[in-house]
């Protein structure tokens, strides 16, 4: 049975992932990274909505609970952190030169530690201050949280992006590479709020974040050694 669950979420998945790819290309026209997840957005938001309308219809029964459940069996922790991310920055370390890191390397740690700190509070801050307006009290470190999974970016994404527009090759350079080490920071930065959140002491917090940090950029640096040495 979960195995038959499974297939037909890879399945609605495929199907969502063709869907959202057709359009963008013949009616949007915009650049991949972008004009999908846009897509795919407003498509599940109308699935959903149409999924609400038909709950009891006596024609067509859509049961939203099962579904729900199917995807709370999803071990997203670890489908992302030890699947995707691996995938996505083994990729785009293999595509980066050495040279481009040594000489643009400053730039690079700014945006990939810094900016993904500001990125976290300026997210949070907003967040914190619509909520306020509103009435609705959520915890800051809570926003905090959200504001650090936003300030990842994808590497990938990035180069589609930035090869559509045709940007300088130094603005490139530096983009691609915030964005290979942002999610190492990244994950670091929301681990240790994760953390904090659910009541651990922040020094093991700090020390339990800095292994991930370290395991993720010695990784990158071995793969970009590794492609150094293959090349000369």
Not at 108 to 129: D, E, T
């Amino acid at each position: 049975m979960g195995s038959f669950i499974f297939l037909e979420i890879f399945t609605i998945v495929c199907l969502v992932s063709i869907i959202t790819t057709l359009f963008n290309k013949r009616i949007l026209g915009m650049p991949q990274a972008i004009g999908v997840p846009i897509v795919s957005a407003v498509l599940v938001f109308i699935l959903q909505w149409s999924a609400t309308l038909l709950a009891g219809n006596q024609f067509i029964n859509i049961n939203i609970h099962a579904i729900e459940e199917a995807v709370r069996q999803i071990n997203f922790y670890d489908f992302l952190i030890n699947g995707v991310i691996c995938f996505i920055l083994t990729a785009s370390a293999l595509k980066f030169k050495m040279a481009d890191l040594r000489t643009y390397w400053k730039p690079i740690g700014i945006l990939a530690s810094l900016a993904l700190l500001f990125c976290a509070f300026v997210f949070g801050g907003l967040l914190f201050s619509y909520q306020f307006i509103t009435g609705h009290h959520v915890p800051l470190i809570v926003l905090l949280l959200l504001g650090s999974a936003l300030g990842a970016t994808d590497p990938i994404g990035i180069k589609g992006v930035l090869s559509s527009i045709k940007a300088p090759n130094h603005l490139m350079i530096k983009l691609e590479g915030e964005s290979l080490f942002n999610d190492a920071m990244c994950i670091a930065v929301f681990m240790t709020i994760l953390k904090v959140i659910q009541g651990v002491n922040l020094i093991y917090c700090t020390l339990l974040s800095i292994w991930p940090l370290k395991l993720s950029w010695r990784s990158l640096l071995v793969l970009l050694l590794v492609k150094w040495r293959c090349i000369y």
